[in-house]
């Protein structure tokens, strides 16, 4: 072997074994520093000092804090936490520096609003944010409707609701069914039809994939609310004409109480329990679903 | 005998004609310029201040010598042809290639050593005597001189197949690449398909400087772990070998006539 080709071997070794440690590394060092970049971002808290900082690149610094709210809230949500409490602040500095920037008003309301595991849980601060995005960006007919969405969502305040979305739908370019929904406010204050019409209208008109996917939960969850109730009923009724407990589906379509096997939103049948009760069968595909849980499945009520 | 250590002092030697170490009496300047200034303006934070400002401008004056002596370091001895001289001599190519980097590395810990004495000197001054956390600070500086190895290696790779235009181009965007390596992992994490691991060979593939800057962490007396100091230290191990592993291939089959 001439002394080139045992160089080359030699540096081609290294290369290679050198390549994989420093990966496996980095690997490591990401563990070690889970959620420090977070905190030490925070050291960092005033705005003014953030944007001298940022020499002219505001805008990128805004896409780098919001997509570290993502990541945050992403991280948060996987291991079912209970503290998100970095999400308000970061939200705050990353709309300081890009005050347009609508995905961090439209998507951080709902990270901030929700209640835990699946947001902050601080509706009162989701407000704060969106009165500011309104401050900033009063064309945008879709943060009235979002904070309306929050007021009667989470903060149980129709009336706030009602104006959001009448002041919302005299913007330039809003949908028609803003003028509807305040309409609705105004009459119903806590009406399951009425926040899946809101669920439905988010899950319409948000473009961030993680809102959309929020807004589905809800609507199925919703939906399941409605119907296993209604279910519960008509299976006491068959009880109550024959006294006893349907053992199947079956024999309440042959008695004619249901037309077929009920289903629930993701196609699977509900079911029927000795003593009457009626569940889903997979229950971590109804987040939100406070009816139709097996027993010890326990949810806040939202 | 191998001729590493004579072309690392050589390469050292050369540096300080160069008057690289000039840089030390503008630093000296910064320091006591803004350890008089914030010392006089009592606002509660002039300790952050002058931690911060001293860090920022050690990594900062480390990462200019690293890049603007690296990528001379192979194409100046070529367009002075005295890489001939020293290539007919019993020197192999890769132990040219190592022995200048051993050489500019041992200029920027000297340099480094000095800076880190007067922002010390800045500290002390500012504080009023030594401060318990003070000895994170050492981490900090430590964690400067990694981040500078990585940057020399990087240098010196670019300097054995390009101009130095290009070269210094190349290594400024891998230092500013490099400090967002970590959202750039997080990025990878938020996209599917083709672009994860696109994105994923990408944020491996540049250095990552985000966990070698603590400058913040030791600011605000944060703790700085042993097992990131070792983390770190085997990482900037790896990723020099790396780097300089491609820089002996590149130049080892370079075309020097």
């Known amino acids: 072997m001439n002394a080139r080709r045992r160089v080359t071997s030699v540096a081609a070794a290294v290369l290679v074994c050198a390549l994989a440690a420093q990966a496996l590394v980095v690997r490591r060092l990401d563990r070690i520093r889970q959620g420090a970049p977070l905190e030490e971002m925070l050291y960092i808290g005033s705005s003014r000092l953030l944007r001298g900082l940022s020499l002219g690149f505001r805008g990128l610094m805004a896409d780098i804090y919001w997509t570290r709210v993502v990541q945050y809230y992403g991280a948060k949500r996987r291991v079912r936490s209970v503290n998100f409490s970095l999400v308000y602040p970061l939200l705050e500095i990353t709309t300081d520096l890009d005050p347009h ?26 407000v704060q944010l969106l009165e500011k995005g309104i401050r900033n960006n009063p064309g945008q007919w879709r943060l009235y409707f979002d904070l309306g969405f929050v007021n009667y969502m989470d903060r149980n305040d129709p009336a706030a609701a009602a ?121 971590g595909d109804f987040p939100f679903a406070t009816a139709g849980l097996p027993p010890g499945v326990k949810r806040p009520k939202f | 005998m191998t001729p590493l250590p004579f072309i690392a002092y050589n390469t050292y030697r050369e540096a300080v004609r160069d008057r690289v170490l000039y840089n030390l009496i503008v630093f000296a300047l910064l320091m006591v310029g803004s350890a008089v200034l914030f010392g006089q303006i009592s606002i509660g934070i002039e300790r952050q201040v002058v931690i911060n400002l001293g860090l920022a401008a050690i990594t900062l004056f480390g990462v200019a010598i690293a890049i603007f002596i690296g990528i001379g370091l192979v194409s100046k001895e070529i367009d002075r042809r005295t890489l001939y001289t020293v290539l007919s001599r019993p020197v192999r190519r ?5 022995g200048k980097f051993l050489g500019l590395s041992f200029t920027l810990v000297v340099n480094t050593f000095f800076m880190g ?126 780097a300089l592993a491609v820089a002996v291939l590149v130049f080892e089959y370079r075309n020097l006539k």
């Not at chain 1, 309301?109 to 947001?119: D, H, K, L, R, T």
């Open chain 2, 117 to 242: 004495l007067g922002f010390f000197a800045a500290v002390f001054y500012v504080c009023g005597g030594v401060h318990r956390g003070d000895a994170r600070l050492l981490a900090a500086i430590y964690f400067i001189v990694l981040e500078l190895l990585i940057v020399t290696a990087l240098a010196m790779l670019f300097s054995t197949f390009s101009s130095t235009l290009l070269s210094a181009v190349l290594a400024l965007a891998f230092f500013i690449v490099g400090t967002f390596a970590e959202d750039l992992r997080g990025f990878a994490q938020m996209v599917t398909g083709p672009a994860h691991w696109v994105a994923l060979g990408v944020a491996y593939l540049v250095p990552n400087f985000a966990s070698l800057n603590v400058a913040s962490s030791v600011a605000h007396d944060q703790p700085v772990a042993a097992h990131l100091v070792l983390a770190n230290t085997g990482y900037v191990l790896c990723y020099s070998a790396v």
């Open chain 1, 101 to 126: 920037l609508m995905v961090a008003y439209e998507a951080g309301s709902i990270f901030v609003s929700q209640q835990p595991p699946n947001g902050a849980g601080q509706p009162d601060l989701a």
């Open chain 2, 94 to 98: 890769w132990e040219f290639v190592l």
């Open chain 1, 163 to 283: 104006k959001a979305f009448l002041e919302g739908s005299r913007v330039p370019g809003a949908k028609w069914w803003m003028k509807v929904t305040a309409a609705a406010m105004q009459s119903k204050a806590s009406d399951p039809a009425t926040a899946r019409m809101l669920w439905q209208q988010m899950y319409e008109t948000s473009s961030d994939e993680r809102v959309r996917e929020t807004a589905r939960m809800h609507i199925v969850s919703l939906e399941v609310d409605e119907i296993v109730p209604r279910l519960e009923e008509r299976v006491e009724a068959y009880r109550s004409r024959t006294g006893r407990y349907p053992a199947n589906w079956d024999q309440m379509v042959q008695a004619g109480y249901l037309r077929g096997v009920p289903m629930d939103p993701t196609g699977k049948p509900y079911q029927l329990a000795a003593s009457g009760r009626v569940e889903v069968q997979v229950p």
